[in-house]
T-cell receptor, first 109, second 115 residues
């Protein structure tokens, strides 16, 4: 399986701090995506980075991709309490999109 | 807003009963995925369809699970007979993918409890 693995499993920070989550995967990919899941809800797409890209920004999100190390990171800057959620990376090397087990982020006021 | 609609949101049933979960993908999307989420296993891919054709259902226990797309507006996941270990949240997602999958839109899930 080319399922990604997120690290850390859980992260607790205060509002205003930055949050960094990492994802490692095993096989070559076409793209890597990050999703967010609030408790009791479905996943919501945040950002997609293609295998030929190294960095991408979207608002307070910054994603990096290192295909030589088979890893990606998601940085959330100036975090807010509303960012509390689980964050998943998903890898695609064909038709299927496979998810890791996620990082649970808690942002306290 | 276009969204993926799943029904029912919650289902409690007894072991041995048939369970059918339904999903209405976003109009115009050509890929549909079924995922199962548990604390232990995370998100497991059960099946996916492209242009209504099943491309892979290797993640499903074949003896009891079946997935179909009778038309472009409806995908179904059926469990017969259900077992307590099937208790999980089942998500449907749709997307507009060409050769590789772009972003997916998820429904709110069906929380299944098998007693």
């Amino acid at each position: 399986s080319q399922q990604g693995e997120e690290d850390p499993q859980a992260l607790s920070i205060q509002e205003g701090e930055n949050a960094t989550m990492n994802c490692s995967y095993k096989t070559s990919i076409n793209n890597l995506q990050w999703y967010r899941q609030n408790s009791g809800r479905g996943l919501v797409h945040l950002i997609l980075i293609r295998s030929n890209e190294r960095e991408k920004h979207s608002g307070r999100l910054r994603v990096t991709l290192d295909t030589s190390k088979k890893s990606s990171s998601l940085l959330i800057t100036a975090s807010r309490a509303a960012d509390t959620a689980s964050y998943f990376c998903a890898t695609s090397s064909g038709y299927a999109l496979n998810f890791g087990k996620g990082t649970s982020l808690l942002v306290t006021p | 807003d276009a969204r993926v609609t799943q029904t029912p949101r919650h289902k409690v049933t007894e072991m041995g009963q048939e369970v059918t979960m339904r999903c209405q993908p976003i109009l115009g999307h050509n890929t549909v995925f079924w995922y199962r989420q548990t604390m232990m296993q995370g998100l497991e891919l059960l099946a996916y369809f492209r242009n209504r054709a099943p491309l892979d259902d290797s993640g499903m226990p074949k003896d009891r699970f079946s997935a179909e797309m009778p038309d472009a507006t409806l995908a179904t996941l059926k469990i017969q007979p259900s077992e307590p270990r099937d208790s999980a949240v089942y998500f449907c997602a749709s997307g507009l993918g060409e050769e590789t999958n772009e972003k997916l839109f998820f429904g709110s899930g069906t929380q299944l409890s098998v007693l």
